[in-house]
Structure formats: structure tokens, C-alpha cells
């Protein structure tokens, strides 16, 4: 069983929709949370970091932490074809150590 | 966000040849920076960690004598790919975290697309 598991995809979702991403894991130890987005061929560029349980919001972007479950989430209101990507969970559970990463899913926003 | 840059973002060499790529933050300093490998369609599977001003602590199955890694300086991490063979070509991306304690989100270059003939 991997550490991070994130369904791969591919969704597709008609513009306006709202969506949403979801990871499981198994340790425990993670504290640190971060969504990713990935344009083909390029970095992935943060876009969400929550430290421990809870929400956070920015803009369109949702993030949510349920550490009882060992899930967590990001929903992208309003979505646009600029949000097709893959997107990326990651985790860790100190600030040093390397991110945990999911195997990431593929988002396609139809206009 | 904080910025990594990374250099080249492309690079074609000859197989039996090495490649250096670059990874700089520059606008935070980073005691530590990952490099990591993605194939295609597949998640970043981590190489090593580089902590500055000590070797470099490598995955499993990752050779540190065929990828070496130097962490100069708070800014600056290198990755070399020494006798570059076909099977090396891949997308290779650095990542960095910020010193402080309170900003603990890592930060990635542009990635670098490695393709060796």
C-alpha cells in the first residue's frame, strides 16, 4: 500500500463545475499539507499549504485536512480551462523532510 | 510564493557525456533541497536530499556516484548526471524549503527535461 494514495484520473468537468481532489495516506506522523498544480512539462507550483487539521481558503481554492481520517481535500470553485492541470498532494511530517508526494490527478475543465 | 529557479530547462547531450543542473532559490535561503525524477504521466519519485555544507543522503536505488549532488551555498544546489546514458533522459525537478521555521512550504524550479542520445 503506498503512503499517499490520490485517484489518477483523468476527470473531466464542464467550466463553472465545482471540483474536487481528495488523497488518503496511512502516516499518521504527516502534519504538513500541500496541493500542487502541474502544467505538462513544467514544475509543480504550490497552491495550498495547511499545517495540521482544518480549512483553508484562498480565492477559488479550498483546502481541507481531516487528520482523524487521514484525508484530505481541495475543491476549486467556479473551475476554468486555465485549471487544467494535474494536481498534486503532498505531505510530510516535519518541515525538513521531504514531501510524500500522490501520484497526482490528471484535471481536464471543458469549456 | 518564494521563487526556485532551475537551469538549463532543456538539455540534449551525447550518452557517455555529464550534465549539471542548477537549482538556486532566490529570494529565501534553503538548508535543504530535494531533486527529484519524473517519468511521464507518473508522480516525482525523490532522488536525494541536499543539505548544505554535507553529503548528500540518497534514496534507495538511486546511485550517488552516477548523480552527484553539491550544496554550495544557502542558494545554490547542483545535480550532475555523470556518463549520461538514454535511460537517464527524464524530467528531473529541484525543490526548496525555507529555513524558518514557519515557512515550511517547498517550492519547485521549472524542472529540467534531460534527454540523452
Known amino acids: 500500500q503506498k503512503e499517499v494514495e490520490q485517484d489518477p484520473g483523468p476527470l473531466s468537468v464542464p467550466e463553472g463545475a465545482i471540483v474536487s481532489l481528495n488523497c488518503t495516506y496511512s502516516?499518521?506522523?504527516?502534519?504538513?499539507f500541500m496541493w500542487y498544480r502541474q502544467y505538462s512539462r513544467k514544475g509543480p507550483e504550490l497552491l495550498m499549504y495547511t499545517y495540521s487539521s482544518g480549512n483553508k481558503e484562498d480565492g477559488r481554492f479550498t483546502a481541507q485536512v481531516d487528520k482523524s481520517s487521514k484525508y484530505i481535500s481541495l475543491f476549486i470553485r467556479d473551475s476554468q480551462p486555465s485549471d487544467s492541470a494535474t494536481y498534486l498532494c503532498a505531505m510530510s511530517d516535519t518541515g525538513r523532510r521531504a514531501l510524500t508526494f500522490g501520484s497526482g490527478t490528471r484535471l481536464q475543465v471543458q469549456p | 510564493g518564494a521563487v526556485v529557479s532551475q537551469h538549463p530547462s532543456r538539455v540534449i547531450c551525447k550518452s557517455g557525456t555529464s550534465v549539471k543542473i542548477e537549482c538556486r532559490s532566490l529570494?529565501?535561503?534553503?538548508?535543504?533541497m530535494f531533486w527529484y525524477r519524473q517519468f511521464p504521466k507518473q508522480s516525482l519519485m525523490l532522488m536525494a536530499t541536499?543539505?548544505?555544507?554535507?553529503?548528500?543522503?540518497?534514496e534507495q536505488g538511486v546511485e550517488k556516484d552516477k548523480f552527484l549532488i553539491n550544496h554550495a551555498s544557502l542558494t545554490l544546489s547542483t545535480l550532475t548526471v555523470t556518463s549520461a546514458h538514454p535511460e537517464d533522459s527524464s524530467f528531473y525537478i529541484c525543490s526548496a524549503r525555507g529555513i524558518d521555521k514557519m515557512n515550511t512550504e517547498a517550492f519547485f524550479g521549472q524542472g529540467t527535461r534531460l534527454t540523452v542520445v
Open positions: 502516516n499518521s506522523a504527516f502534519q504538513y
Open positions: 529570494d529565501f535561503q534553503a538548508t535543504t
Open positions: 541536499s543539505n548544505e555544507g554535507s553529503k548528500a543522503t540518497y
